[in-house]
């Protein structure tokens, strides 16, 4: 698939030409990309990161870019307001927005997304990283967690991002996001921390909202478990939830126990699939599962969930939980329809990439 290379994408507006520096175009969610020198600073290495700087028409501008080897006295430089951070291999992208609860805003294959953008859906976007359980906040989520500003840096072709401390729950977290070109996958590292005085019980949960009218499907050999919003059969050991948002009869939360460490969701002709360790049903935290799904009430989006197993975490110490994603096109031969036989392969042979 190649080398993969992580950039940071400062959105602003510009004030001024840009002076003759090589650059490439790539198309971002409707903006320009120029990227800027690339080609000296990746001699050291494929996949070293370089500057991108996004022009949009985002208002209230409150800051200038910092300086970077092309900023000088006199040289036009772009006034941002905040800064996204991109990896891209192949066909493949994906674009993280740090200051908005360090959520993954895209993940895309020739340009189109699976991740519903805020621009879709201003209520529910994007994918964050939360604890589990639910009970132990209630609503809304924890702002350090899932609005608030994470810092973002670069560890060679990994992305570090860290949350601030929630201090009612006593911990924050770590998000280690990789490009796996030779495997077309991205692995995703979640950590949560103990940052308080007395042990803390918790799990990771990973919430991803799709695009409503897609399929989601999961391998399982049990129905729906309570406190289900709605019934879900298995069929030949795998469930699928095919959303209908002109019905939309069935909605609210699916707890579900899988099988064989994945869930997949179609948007389109594009198949995503998410990979993890299995977790046993006693190691679910209390009141949640290792799959959920949540369908919005009106209709507007489906949110396709995991999560880790659920233990304590001594003070000062952490937990690790990784996932792995991965998105291709559909077969010739798969039909976007449950029980398709080779729709299910499909999926089953994009998880095995990542065993």
């Known amino acids: ?9 400062r959105r602003g507006r510009f004030e001024a030409d840009w002076p003759a520096w090589p650059f490439q175009i790539v198309r971002v969610t409707g903006a320009a990309l120029l990227t800027f020198g690339c080609a000296a600073r990746n001699a ?5 990161p370089c500057p991108v700087t996004r022009a949009d028409e985002s208002k209230g501008v409150a800051g200038t870019a910092p300086p970077d080897e092309h900023t000088a006295e006199g040289v036009p430089h772009a006034i941002v307001r905040r800064e996204n951070h991109r990896i891209e291999f192949g066909e493949l992208a994906l674009e993280v927005d740090a200051v908005d609860g360090g959520r993954i805003v895209e993940f ?42 994470w810092s973002a840096s670069i560890d060679g072709k990994v992305l570090v991002l860290e949350s601030r401390i929630n201090e009612k729950l006593g911990l924050s977290a770590t998000q280690r996001i990789e490009a796996l ?17 007395a042990p803390l019980s918790v799990a990771a949960w990973q919430n991803t909202r799709t695009r409503p009218g897609g399929l989601t499907f999961y391998p399982s ?10 019934p879900l059969d298995p ?9 209908d948002p002109q019905k939309n009869e069935r909605k609210g939360k699916l707890f579900a126990d899988g099988d064989e460490g994945w869930i997949a969701h179609i948007d389109g002709d594009l198949l995503f699939v998410k990979v993890f360790p299995p977790v046993p049903r006693e190691k679910q935290a209390p009141g949640e599962a290792e ?9 507007g989006f489906v949110e396709v969930e995991q999560q880790g197993p659920y233990g304590s975490i001594e003070p000062g110490q952490a937990a690790r939980w990784q ?29 095995r990439r990542v065993d």
């Open 1 to 9: 698939m190649g080398s993969s290379r992580v950039t940071a994408i």
């Open 44 to 48: 050291s290495g494929e996949g070293a």
């Open 108 to 149: 895309s294959l020739g340009g189109r997304s699976v991740v519903v953008p805020k621009s879709e859906s201003a209520q529910a976007y994007g994918s964050s990283f939360w604890p589990s359980p639910q009970k132990a906040w209630n609503w809304p989520p924890p702002a350090e967690l899932d609005a608030l500003p």
């Open 181 to 197: 070109p030779e495997k077309a996958a991205v692995r995703i590292e979640l950590t949560l921390h103990n940052r308080g005085s």
């Open 221 to 230: 050999a049990s129905p729906a478990l309570p406190p289900s919003a709605f």
């Open 235 to 243: 069929q030949s050991g795998v469930a699928w939830f095919a959303h």
């Open 291 to 299: 799959v959920e799904i949540y369908v919005d009430p009106a209709g």
């Open 323 to 351: 996932c792995h994603w991965l998105l291709a096109k559909l077969e010739p031969n798969a039909r976007r329809a449950a029980g398709d036989v080779a729709l299910l392969a499909q999926a089953r042979a994009l998880a």
